[in-house]
């Protein structure tokens, strides 16, 4: 299986400063179709989770421009430039090239 | 707009087995491919099991293959999680989530194992 590896797994922020989580991947998640299925998901406390961005740097209908997404290959960043108090939750990466699907252990993200 | 509610979760006893279903509204559900994801008490997401679109391609993660199977009726707008020789492991909140992208998820069924 693909080993999706974040850091930091906690990240304790200042509101307005930015902030970034890594994806390492333990194989290439770029498909035989040329695309690279690598996607964000956040979830906020109490709720389920929801996607932020999708095929590495797309963000989803409502996301905030704030949230950015980068990275090929193996290696990919999530970025929040200026941290807000409703950002707080877990982040978390996932690939959809491999089976089975595999995600990232989550990435904790508290107001300082 | 888009709607995924999922339903079934229940305590059961390790070994027993339980039905999980999800109702879809909002889209056209037999042009979608599934997914269910569960997330253990206090823990991250794990990938369970995906559906094609028409049901012709299954896949499952190692740690419930052989003991759980996924399947769709798209006449009734639901995608269903049959799990057996249930283990305290599988307790979690599963979700039903559309899209190879996974880009709508339900709320949630929690199931507990435990005797």
């Known amino acids: 299986d693909v080993v999706m590896t974040q850091s930091p797994l906690s990240l304790p922020v200042t509101l307005g400063q930015p902030a970034s989580i890594s994806c390492r991947s333990s194989q290439s998640l770029v498909y035989s179709d040329g695309i690279t299925y690598m996607h964000w998901f956040q979830q906020r406390p109490g709720q389920s989770p929801r996607r932020l961005i999708y095929?590495?740097?797309n963000r989803d209908s409502g996301v905030p421009d704030r949230f950015s997404g980068s990275g090929s290959g193996t290696d990919f960043t999530l970025k929040i430039s200026r941290v807000e108090a409703e950002d707080v939750g877990v982040y978390y990466c996932m690939q959809g090239t491999h089976w089975p699907r595999t995600f990232g252990q989550g990435t904790k993200l508290e107001i300082k | 707009e888009v709607q995924l509610v999922e339903s079934g979760g229940d305590l059961v006893q390790p070994g027993g087995s339980l039905r999980l279903s999800c109702a879809a509204s909002?889209?056209?559900?037999?042009?979608?491919?599934m997914y269910w994801v569960r997330q253990a008490p206090g823990k991250g997401l794990e990938y369970v099991s995906a559906?094609?679109?028409?049901?012709?391609?299954?896949n499952y993660a190692n740690s419930v293959k052989g003991r759980f199977t996924i399947s769709r009726d798209n006449s009734k707008n639901t995608l269903y999680l049959q799990m057996g020789s249930l283990k305290t492991e599988d307790m979690a909140v599963y979700y039903c989530v559309r899209d190879w992208q996974l880009d709508n998820w339900g709320q949630g069924t929690p199931v507990t194992v435990s005797s």
């Open positions: 559906i094609s679109s028409n049901g012709g391609f299954t």
């Open positions: 909002g889209f056209t559900f037999s042009s979608y491919a």
């Open positions: 095929k590495v740097s």
